[in-house]
């Protein structure tokens, strides 16, 4: 059983950054293939991005060259650092942890895009 906080969601001018943190216990992080997730209001929760347990990454096309994905296996976090922020990117953002067909997720962070 895998347990996952994501914090560092809130309020952004567009154009502007945030860094989301999801912080995982019980169970061997580094093992994990770690994934973020966003869901805007009306809408289906979508892929935003991946990495592997061997640092390999992927983004959704919609952030890709303004997100970065990373992880420090040493304090058990993934992190979404989000650049050029729009208003399009407003969603609850959540983290995944997948190993095979174990499957866990958080309970969301709230971002919104906003002048």
């Known amino acids: 059983q895998v347990q996952l906080v994501e914090s560092g969601g809130g309020l952004v001018q567009p154009g502007g950054s945030l860094r989301l943190s999801c912080v995982a216990s019980?169970?061997?992080?580094?093992?994990?293939?770690m994934a973020w997730y966003r869901q805007a209001p009306g809408k289906q929760r979508e892929f935003v991005s991946v990495?592997?347990?061997?640092?390999?990454?992927s983004y959704a096309d919609s952030v890709k060259g303004r997100f970065t994905v990373s992880r420090d296996n040493a304090k058990n976090t993934v992190y979404l650092q989000m650049n050029s922020l729009k208003p399009e990117d407003t969603a609850v953002y959540y983290c995944?942890?997948?190993?095979?067909?174990?499957?866990?997720w958080g309970q969301g962070t709230q971002v919104t895009v906003s002048s």
């Open positions: 995944s942890a997948n190993r095979f067909t174990l499957n866990y």
């Open positions: 019980g169970d061997l992080f580094s093992i994990y293939t």
């Open positions: 990495i592997t347990t061997g640092d390999t990454t």
